[in-house]
């Protein structure tokens, strides 16, 4: 099992900036991918990115292309989103997930936290 908890969500005006971070533990060694995905009300989830833990490589929605950063940390297990020039629409619940890359299924998701932008 993998277990994920993310932090680092809150309140931002239109245009400002968040970070947030997704700590793993557990069998981590059968994951390679941690992904950022969100929800916001009354829509389907939805990928926002995803990074290689090994080789790093990374790619992006691209409504978030340019203005979101993903990143990870290997000596702290942990991943980053760095959020940048956030707009109204990026207003949702965000969670990070873990699966192999091999695989197209994420199986494992942390409890998300909220993000929300004001005008």
């Known amino acids: 099992q993998v277990q994920l908890v993310e932090s680092g969500g809150g309140l931002v005006q239109a245009g400002g900036s968040l970070r947030l971070s997704c700590v793993a533990s557990?069998?981590?060694?059968?994951?390679?991918?941690i992904g950022w995905f969100r929800q916001a009300p009354g829509k389907e989830r939805e990928f926002v990115a995803r990074?290689?833990?090994?080789?790093?490589?990374?790619y992006y929605a691209e409504s978030v292309k340019g203005r979101f950063t993903i990143s990870r940390d290997v000596t702290k297990n942990t991943m980053y989103l760095q959020m940048n020039s956030l707009k109204l629409e990026d207003t949702a619940l965000y969670y990070c997930?873990?699966?192999?890359?091999?695989?197209?299924?994420?199986?494992?998701w942390g409890q998300g936290t909220q993000v929300t932008v004001s005008s």
């Open positions: 997930a873990a699966g192999a890359m091999t695989s197209a299924e994420y199986p494992y």
């Open positions: 557990g069998r981590t060694s059968s994951t390679n991918k």
């Open positions: 990074i290689n833990w090994i080789s790093r490589n990374t």
